[in-house]
C-alpha cells in the first residue's frame, strides 16, 4: 500500500538535518510513492543540504519520486502553532511527479505561515499529472527562493512541465518570494509557463536572474505580482 505521508521521512515536530558531503557526493532520494511528499513529509524543522530527489533515468529503470501532493516534499505549517522551518539549500530535483508540486508542496492551515526558503535548488523535469498545477513548486504559505534554477538555460529537455504554473504555481493567499533565480523554457499547458499567479502576492526580482522562453511567462489570476 502507499504510504499517506513521507515514504522515507515524517518530522512531525523535531529538528532534521539532512546533509550530504560534497556536490559529488550527495544524499540520494529515489522511487519514494506516498500521499503527500513522496519522500519526505515535514511539520518541524528541517535543514535539506545537498541532497538530490529523483535521478536521470536509464534504460532499465527510472528514479521518480511520486505523490498526490509534493512528489518529493510535502512541507506543513498545521494548526498547533508550532511554526515550520523548512531550509533546502544546494540540493537538486529532477524528474519528481505529482497531482500538485512536482517537487515541492508547501501549505499552511489556520496558522502563521510557514517560511520555507530554497538557496541553490536546482528544478529540472519535475511534472505534474494532467491538470496539476506547479511542475516545480506549488505553494500556499510563505516560500523564498534565492538563486536558484528552475529548467536550465538553453535546454528544452530539463524544463518543468504543469497545467497552471509550468515552475511555479502561487496560490490561496500564498506568498512567493524570488530573488537571483533563473526560469528557462517552462511550459504550462494552459496558464503561467514560469508562474501562475492566483488571489497571492508573488514578487520577482528579474535583475539578478532571468525569466526567459517560458511558455507565457507570468498568468496572474488575482493577487499581486511584483
Keep these: 500500500s502507499i504510504n499517506k505521508n513521507g515514504s522515507a521521512i515524517v518530522n512531525l515536530n523535531g529538528t532534521v538535518n539532512l546533509i550530504g558531503t560534497s556536490k559529488s557526493n550527495k544524499s540520494l532520494f529515489y522511487n519514494n510513492t506516498a500521499t503527500n511528499g513522496g519522500a519526505i513529509y515535514n511539520e518541524g524543522k528541517m535543514n535539506i543540504t545537498l541532497n538530490t530527489f529523483g535521478a536521470n533515468a536509464t534504460k532499465k529503470a527510472v528514479f521518480t519520486n511520486s505523490a498526490t501532493n509534493g512528489g518529493a516534499i510535502y512541507n506543513l505549517q498545521d494548526d498547533i502553532g508550532a511554526e515550520s522551518n523548512l531550509v533546502i539549500n544546494s540540493s537538486t530535483f529532477i524528474d519528481n511527479l505529482a497531482t500538485n508540486g512536482g517537487a515541492i508542496y508547501n501549505k499552511y492551515a489556520n496558522a502563521p505561515a510557514s517560511n520555507p526558503v530554497v538557496v541553490n535548488a536546482k528544478f529540472y523535469r519535475n511534472d505534474t499529472t494532467s491538470n496539476g498545477e506547479g511542475g516545480a513548486i506549488y505553494n500556499e504559505g510563505y516560500l523564498e527562493a534565492f538563486k536558484s534554477d528552475f529548467g536550465q538555460s538553453?535546454?528544452?529537455?530539463?524544463?518543468?512541465?504543469?497545467?497552471?504554473?509550468?515552475?511555479?504555481?502561487?496560490?490561496?493567499?500564498?506568498?512567493?518570494?524570488?530573488?537571483?533565480?533563473?526560469?528557462?523554457?517552462?511550459?504550462?499547458?494552459?496558464?503561467?509557463?514560469?508562474?501562475?499567479?492566483?488571489?497571492?502576492?508573488?514578487?520577482?526580482?528579474?535583475?539578478?536572474?532571468?525569466?526567459?522562453?517560458?511558455?507565457?511567462?507570468?498568468?496572474?489570476?488575482?493577487?499581486?505580482?511584483t
Design 154 to 225: 538553453g535546454k528544452s529537455a530539463q524544463i518543468n512541465t504543469a497545467y497552471n504554473g509550468g515552475a511555479v504555481a502561487n496560490k490561496n493567499g500564498a506568498i512567493y518570494d524570488s530573488s537571483a533565480s533563473n526560469y528557462y523554457m517552462n511550459t504550462a499547458t494552459k496558464k503561467g509557463g514560469a508562474i501562475y499567479n492566483e488571489s497571492s502576492v508573488a514578487s520577482v526580482d528579474d535583475e539578478t536572474g532571468e525569466i526567459t522562453y517560458n511558455e507565457s511567462i507570468v498568468h496572474i489570476d488575482g493577487g499581486n505580482f
